[in-house]
């Protein structure tokens, strides 16, 4: 035999909230897993190993394994943060692991983050709104380097709903729009092919459930996996409320 001789991991001691609401029978309580800790285990790896091995009722969410699909977001240790992308080795030996506040639950670690973000998009009208119909004939329109990649900065958003679990404000006022609301409005009213003046945009993020319900304590900037200037934007929205006549 040749090679590093292999070395036990720790053994990682998992507290997992299990509630399943379409069940009348079913209580809120944490069920703890135990499992041994390989090189570069993610969360994501480690709750698939615990539902193929231990328990194959175990709700949680995952597509893209990689940061982009926005499905994974969970409670680690009280903070928001994507399975996917968060190691074990950065934790440690008890990971207590809850589904994300403010989202509907839908069993476990499991919430339905669509309907919030389908919501708030209907709320916000966040999309474009052209200027003229479109003509397949048309020449491409060009856009300045700079203005495109600062949309592009704001587009990144994957919707995981890691800000809005962070947010206290979120959290208390069902009608706020949150970080990841007043970050998709901050897009559409940079984008000129948008049609509707500044004005217009700030009937929808001016007041309590808006930019002026932020109290600016960072946590949605804090725990976005995507790392958005979350607090630039709301800072550019009341900045420009303020100086637009
Ligand atoms: S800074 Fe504002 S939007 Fe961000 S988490 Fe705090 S209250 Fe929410
Ligand atoms: S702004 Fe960041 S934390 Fe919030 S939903 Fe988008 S990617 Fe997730
Ligand atoms: S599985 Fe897609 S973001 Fe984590």
Redesign the pocket.
């Known amino acids: 035999m040749t090679g590093e001789p292999t070395t036990a991991g720790r053994l990682l001691r998992f507290e997992i909230f299990r509630y399943n609401p379409e069940d009348p029978a079913s209580v809120p309580r944490m069920q703890t897993f135990e499992l041994r800790e390989t090189p570069y285990l993610s969360l994501f790896i480690a709750l698939n190993r615990i539902r193929e091995e231990q328990d194959p009722s175990l709700q949680f969410d995952f597509a893209c394994r990689s940061a982009i699909c ?1 499905s994974c ?1 969970m409670l680690v240790n009280g903070r928001p943060a994507l399975g996917c992308k968060t190691l074990t080795s950065a934790l440690p030996d008890v990971i207590r692991l809850h589904p994300l506040p403010v989202f509907k639950l839908i069993g476990d670690l499991s919430v339905d983050t669509g309907t919030w973000f389908r919501e708030m998009v209907e709320k916000t009208a966040g999309w474009i709104e052209p200027k003229s119909a479109f003509d397949p004939d048309a020449e491409e329109e060009r856009m300045d380097d700079d203005l495109s990649q600062a949309i592009y900065e704001r587009d ?9 679990a962070a947010c206290g404000v979120s959290n208390l006022n069902a009608d706020f729009l949150g ?2 609301g007043l ?1 998709r409005v901050a897009r559409f009213m940079l984008d000129p092919r948008d049609a509707r003046a500044d004005g217009d945009w700030f009937e929808v993020v001016a007041g309590a459930d808006g930019v002026f319900g932020c109290i600016g304590m960072m946590a ?1 900037e804090d ?4 790392e ?1 200037p ?1 607090l630039e934007v709301n800072a550019y929205l009341r900045r420009k409320m303020l100086t637009t006549r």
Request: hydrophobic share 25%; with cysteine; glycine share 14%.
């Open positions: 926005g977001g990144r958003c994957i919707e995981c709903g890691c800000c809005i970080p990841a970050n949605c725990t976005c996996p995507k958005l979350l």
